[in-house]
């Protein structure tokens, strides 16, 4: 099956992007260096593209349900403008997919915006290649619940910017005819960038400042092409989570391979137990047994770098673990990761061995995120 290429692709090319396939994306993963793309964006701002990642709208007089049924926080809590960081659980309560639900403007039946007037509509992200499935999750549930709601699948319509960095403010705000400096963090808006239509929000993925912009597909090429910043590939956006402490799917969690739940992956906090979502029964009853593993983050003391795969264990080499995410962090200039152990291994202090290529290497278990964020 062909990957699908994001709309710049013809453009990242010429740039001198390097490639490499990440959910059925074809994705720049390097423009110059992954040190040089991640030290822009600690020092001054650098821009993504992240048109991989999943698109899926729904509107009707039954969305809020909708939406509040099928992730883990709570909906009702967002008004227009307004988004949220949340989790997509089966019944047991296991983590498919991570999330953020944005509240868009309501929908009128002339397809205006309005804040007061019109339908609930709800904008969420899912990660690369997942939309086709979201998507068909979302219509199930809905048509199994009788819910009166549109679910539209708009990933090949839209592509999605991340500028990120302390300096991305003063960059989008310079781009936009409408201030989007007044938003707080999970704040957005519709504003204008030079003359197109784009919804704007106060969030990203990398621990700094910045703005994520979805920009329709046909305007892909002129907005980014408004942006004097460095361009960077999805290499330093992965350094750049991990200093962080942010989970990647499909390697921090696994649906199939390494299921886990909320409470396991450090996001209890997305978890509204007040509300009634697919799930949140068995999450109910973790919380109160509590959990025999959680997601810690770590630092080699040894020489060595953690990848995803390598084992953990205990003083006395007796495995415990997993490293899921791991890098040579360019920030700190020291080797870093994420791994699940048993929660009695799970202190900060706590010393760990990760073996490495074979060899044992000391480890210390540290707080999360490991540098300084926003």
Known sequence: ???????????????????????????????????????????????????????????????????????TNDVTRLAVGDSQYAAITDEDGTIIDDTVVYRLPN????????????????????????????HERWITHRNEWDLEATVDNRTDEYAMFAVQGPEAADLVDDATAESITALDRFEAQYATVDGVDCWVARTGYTGEDGFELIVPWSEAEHVWSLFDCQPCGLGARDTLRIEAGLLLAGQDFDHDSDPRTPYEAGIGFTVALETEFVGRDALAELEREGIEEKLV??????????????????????????????????????????????V??????????VVVRGQSKKARVETTPFIDTV
Do not use: C
């Open 297 to 342: 983050g770590f630092q080699l003391i040894d020489r060595g770098v953690p990848r995803h795969g390598y084992d953990i264990t205990n003083t006395d080499s007796r495995v415990i673990g997993t490293v899921t995410s791991g890098t040579m962090s360019p920030s700190l200039e020291q080797p870093i990761g994420l791994g699940y152990v048993p």
């Open 1 to 71: 099956m062909p990957l699908q290429t994001p709309p710049l692709r013809g453009l990242h090319d010429e740039r001198g992007a390097k490639f490499t396939e990440f959910g059925g994306w074809d994705m720049p993963v390097e423009f110059d260096s992954i040190q040089s793309e991640h030290a822009a964006v600690r020092e001054a701002a650098g821009i993504f593209d992240v048109s991989h990642m999943g698109q899926i709208h729904a509107t009707g007089p039954d969305a809020t349900e909708l939406m509040q049924r099928l992730t």
């Open 344 to 353: 009695e291994y799970a202190e900060p202090g706590t010393t760990l061995q």
């Open 107 to 134: 929908e009128t039946d002339d397809g205006a915006r309005a804040d007061e007037d019109g339908e609930p509509t709800y904008l969420f992200v899912p990660n690369a290649g997942t939309d086709e499935s979201t």
